[in-house]
């Protein structure tokens, strides 16, 4: 009886602490999306309180919606991450496999290699990468981004991919081998159903600071058509002046493709979990 | 239809030479085991065959046909593997036509061939299921069926039982050496526990360090070893090994005397001994034995027999039912030998 009563006080104190976490993590979402429904007014006044019908006030999202092409905004963004990501995964599980599966010479060492980009950060060549996209044409094009994000990707998904790659059974590949599967059938029949919590993961890691940027999207792709929905909230916030119900707005509006994405991977990631095993 | 020829089959991996020049020849219908300790190399053997590894050096026939540069689809041949190897996307017969699938057969064809494997297997009532809602001896029979299906010149089986509990491993002995009569195919099997091997073997292969200790059928094996490798190997309990002097026999240095052919007395007879420990299998006793003439000594008598630790015992060995062996291990050929006398 005192082992369930002990157990039972740690199962409420891991709740509470989640509850906490989970508290202090939404708490920045719900300021954001509680206030970009107030007035400004109301906003400097009580920013903690909840809009009620006096305060209530949609003038930050017919802000957003006047000024400047929004939605293209948005479907620059989802297009810029959507492809991105698609990429990673894509060049990343195929390095991955081939890293894991074949033995070649210099196979460590191609693997430290592409690795590598997990330490030293992508902005450091900003300049050549301005450089780069200058001299072929791409700045001012949505390709500049994603040429970029995909290799900013794709160094953590080589090296998450291929650890679970190695986890795959031997036997399974030799058996498609053997029943005449290609390589290429055999790494997409075989392999990427069975590492597809590993791709979610991947694709929750990478799409997160592709969404958010503002450095890449500001140097390369400034342009009106071209605008990411972060840079294109910029906008809003002026050296004097601060449209504060509309930057609001903007991001709660940019909350939501992210939160959809996220609900397309977790469930992959726990379809992925409960599929028929190889045992 | 179905024989195979390897010659000096050499594998290295980096440095490490797994196969050290492999000579055997099998004939059409043989089903032949491949039996040696862990990392003797009899799996990567089989995997030459089937073409998963390449040979470092020397050739692969199958049917007279050099398959060294042949992909593993198209060398005729099937394999069962240890963990089965199911594709756990595709259902039980999607799993067993995929080979045939990819060899652009016709579908009512697949259907028919796979129908045909999973009446002799009766896996028909699961044809529809995926391996997750399968049990493991299920599973295996999916595997066999899958092989079955290919009708390959060449069975490969990489220790298709090592996953099984006792009971499923016996009815799946059981099948296989049934399959093997039904369909007359060429099969070779890797195991590492003898009992598969003597039970279903025409002949064995005994692997030790990459290279064939002895080839021969089961009871060669077990009457006739070639070397104190195989007489370790074969037979269990394992073989009593004795000093050539201590027992009486100059011309031999190792004398070997399987635990089956020492008789024990309380009375008399050759070594003075005292009981260590006794195992009752019920069908067999098991007696360890430490004598002061030969050293430790185990003895298997059939039946049940009430003998204590410390009772003081005396062990004959039967006549005629001894090995000799040289310095090198080898075996000294001798009148007697394979010429085994009943029990007394």
């Known amino acids: 009886m005192s082992k369930a009563r002990s157990s039972l006080a740690r199962t409420g104190a891991v709740h509470v602490a989640l509850i906490a976490y989970t508290l202090v993590a939404l708490f920045p979402v719900f300021l954001t999306i509680a206030n970009s429904f107030k007035s400004r007014n109301a906003i400097f006044r009580e920013p903690l309180a909840v809009p009620t019908p006096e305060t209530f006030s949609l003038i930050g999202y017919e802000t957003v919606l006047k000024q400047g092409d929004f939605i293209g905004y948005f479907q620059n963004s989802v297009v810029v991450t959507v492809v991105s990501i698609a990429l990673v995964l894509l060049f990343g599980a195929m390095a991955a496999f081939a890293l894991s599966e074949y033995r070649f010479r210099g196979n460590t060492l191609m693997g430290l290699y592409l690795a590598l980009g997990i330490m030293i950060p992508i902005r450091l060549g900003t300049v050549a990468i301005l450089q780069g996209m200058v001299a072929t044409n791409l700045v001012n094009t949505l390709t500049a981004l994603i040429l970029v994000y995909t290799a900013q990707g794709l160094p953590l998904a080589v090296f998450i991919l291929s650890e679970f790659m190695r986890t795959v059974s031997d036997d399974l590949k030799n058996a498609g081998r053997i029943d005449g599967l290609s390589e290429y059938a055999i790494f997409f029949q075989l392999v990427l159903p069975l590492i597809r919590p590993a791709m979610a993961t991947v694709a929750v890691f990478t799409m997160i600071p592709i969404w958010n940027d503002l450095w890449f999207p500001l140097i390369l792709a400034p342009a009106e058509s071209t605008k990411t929905i972060t840079l294109g909230s910029q906008i809003f916030i002026g050296q004097f002046v601060t449209n504060w119900n509309a930057v609001l707005s903007a991001l709660s509006l940019a909350i939501f493709p992210v939160l959809v994405l996220y609900v397309i991977f977790s469930r992959q990631l726990i379809r992925g979990i409960t599929a028929g095993a190889v045992k | ?344």
Request: proline share 5%; net charge neutral.
């Open chain 2, 1 to 344: 239809m179905g024989s195979l020829q390897l010659k000096s089959i050499r594998k290295a991996f980096g440095g490490h030479e797994v196969l050290k020049g492999i000579d055997l020849e099998v004939k059409d219908g043989e089903f032949v085991i491949f039996v040696g300790p862990s990392g003797c190399g009899k799996s990567t053997l089989l995997r030459t065959i089937a073409g998963l590894e390449d040979a470092s050096s020397g050739s692969v026939r199958i049917d007279g046909d050099e398959v060294g540069h042949v992909a593993p689809a198209k060398r005729g041949i099937a394999m069962v593997f240890q963990s089965y190897a199911l594709y756990p996307h595709l259902t039980v017969k999607d799993n067993m036509g995929l080979g045939l699938k990819q060899a652009g057969v016709p579908r009512a064809e697949i259907d028919d061939k796979v129908a045909k494997a999973a009446g002799m297997l009766s896996l028909e009532p699961y044809l529809a299921r995926r391996p997750a809602e399968l049990s493991g001896g299920q599973r295996q029979r999916v595997a066999i069926g899958r092989a079955i299906v290919r009708e390959p010149k060449l069975f490969l089986f990489d220790e298709p039982l090592s996953n099984l509990d006792a009971a499923l491993r016996v009815n799946t002995r059981l099948e296989i050496a049934r399959l093997h009569r039904s369909l007359k195919a060429t099969m070779i099997y890797v195991t590492h526990d003898q009992v598969e091997a003597m039970t279903l073997a025409d002949k064995i292969v005994v692997l030790s360090a990459g290279r064939i200790e002895q080839v021969g059928s089961p009871m060669e094996l077990y009457n006739r070893p070639a070397n104190l490798f195989v007489a370790g190997f074969i037979g269990s309990p394992q073989m009593n090994f004795i000093e050539g002097e201590r027992f009486g026999d100059a011309s031999a240095k190792t004398v070997g005397i399987r635990p089956e052919h020492i008789g024990l007395s309380r009375e008399r007879g050759d070594w003075t001994g005292k009981v260590v420990h006794v195992e009752h299998l019920g069908a067999d006793t098991i007696v360890y034995l430490e004598t002061e003439k030969v050293g430790p000594l185990t003895v298997r008598l059939f039946g049940e027999h009430r003998y204590e630790p410390d009772e003081i015992v005396y062990a004959t060995p039967v006549i005629g039912a001894t090995h000799r062996f040289d310095a090198e291990g080898r075996a000294i050929a001798s009148a007697e030998q394979g010429r085994i006398l009943p029990d007394a």
